[in-house]
């Protein structure tokens, strides 16, 4: 086995402060997608309630219809919540393969560099799927509100 100084650790160190970061960040859009999904099945569960207790057609017409919207909007939370985990799965396995490149002085960089796309892939997915909550998040609202 190959051994490796401290201070040809320290580089590498350095390196895995960018991964570092962006799994911070990306944690914290967890905790944000997964609030607002959280949220978003108890909204659907009250109105369900809602439904139930109704006997007007034209109110649970309605209802059914936000609740429609509601749920394929948790798809869609889904989707980018998802694609933020294997965002920071990705990263994690950057992280590794930086430190067992420089243990083992193996040339993986075409691997890192491909792994490191998919994180960047999967964080645009997790963002665009997120930015299309937002949109049918405000539809629904004007929906609702009727204007």
């Given amino acids: 086995m190959n051994t490796i100084s401290v201070s040809q650790l320290v580089p590498i160190l350095q390196l895995s402060i960018g991964p570092v970061i962006l799994i911070s960040g990306v944690g914290l859009l967890l905790l944000t997608l997964t609030n607002r999904f959280g949220r978003m099945l108890d909204r659907t569960r009250q109105l369900r309630r809602d439904v139930v207790g109704e006997n007007l057609a034209a109110a649970k017409g309605e209802a059914h219809m936000q609740i429609?919207?509601?749920l394929r909007r948790a798809s869609i939370l889904r989707l980018s919540i998802t694609l933020a985990a294997v965002t920071v799965l990705m990263v994690g396995?950057?992280?590794?393969?930086?430190f067992l490149g420089a243990l083992f002085h193996l040339e993986i960089a075409e691997l890192i560099v491909g792994v490191y796309c998919a994180a960047v892939l999967s964080l645009i997915g997790?963002?665009?799927?997120?930015i299309k909550d937002m949109n049918l998040s405000m539809r629904a609202v004007r929906l609702e509100v009727k204007l």
């Fill in 68 to 70: 429609e919207i509601l």
């Fill in 126 to 130: 997790s963002i665009s799927a997120f």
């Fill in 93 to 98: 396995v950057l992280m590794l393969l930086l």
